[in-house]
């Protein structure tokens, strides 16, 4: 993990989440990952490539390609059995391993809302200030939310390929049932409900 990333609060990180998003390709970001792509025009998707996150049945790296890009709509859409799929933070959070929030910082660097001493760079606040200031950490539950999505997912991707896959699957969907109700009872400011719901899915999934 880049020791700039350690420091920075997520709250803070994720009111740049638009602004960074628009700013990459995610064309441009997955070939900087060494994944040969291929113009595959199919609906929404412009191209295509072996799945980088899961192999076939039988441990071998996939022979069709499963993993599908949008470059209209900047995401991707694995058609595989880890049913990946997301944003480019969520593409460089499953491809390093590391947390959404952390995958938001590296790209924020690399686009320069972070300047070289790990700063947020006082230049983009002034240029995005209405942008910023109607953000309140205290407020947003979308933080949380984004980790718990991704926990869940993460979960299931690594049973992928397991023989008892459909018993994790059974499991993990009555337990997503029962986040989605929970889910559903929280408001806009209920941040510290948010956050206690969060500790409990880690928790979980950590057994």
């Known amino acids: 993990m880049d020791q700039d ?3 920075l609060d997520p709250a803070e990180i994720w009111k740049y989440r638009s602004l960074v998003m628009s700013k990459i390709n995610i064309v441009d970001l997955v070939t ?3 994944i040969p792509l291929e113009p595959k025009v199919s609906g929404q ?3 295509r490539a072996k799945c980088p996150f899961h192999k076939s049945s039988n441990g071998k790296k996939e022979k069709i ?3 599908y890009i949008s470059q209209e709509t900047n995401s991707f859409y694995c058609f595989g059995p880890c049913d990946a799929h997301g944003t480019v933070i969520d593409f460089v959070s499953l491809m390093d391993g590391t947390p959404p929030m952390i995958a938001l910082t590296k790209l924020a660097k690399k686009v ?3 300047n070289k001493n790990g700063q947020w760079d006082e230049l983009q606040l002034d240029s995005y200030g209405t ?3 109607e953000f309140d950490p205290n407020k947003t539950i979308e933080p949380y939310l984004f980790n718990i999505s991704y926990m869940l997912r993460d979960y299931i991707r690594r049973f992928a390929n397991s023989k008892d896959l459909d018993k ?3 499991k993990m969907e009555k337990f997503a049932s029962k986040i989605d109700k929970a889910v559903s009872k929280l408001g806009y400011g209920d941040w510290e409900k948010t956050e206690k719901l969060f500790i409990k899915v880690k928790e979980r999934l950590q057994k």
Do not use: Q
């Open 131 to 133: 942008f910023v200031s």
């Open 168 to 170: 994790k699957l059974l």
């Open 65 to 67: 390609a499963s993993f």
């Open 45 to 47: 998707f412009s191209h």
């Open 5 to 7: 990333f350690e420091f």
């Open 112 to 114: 320069g809302i972070i």
């Open 32 to 34: 900087e990952y060494k």
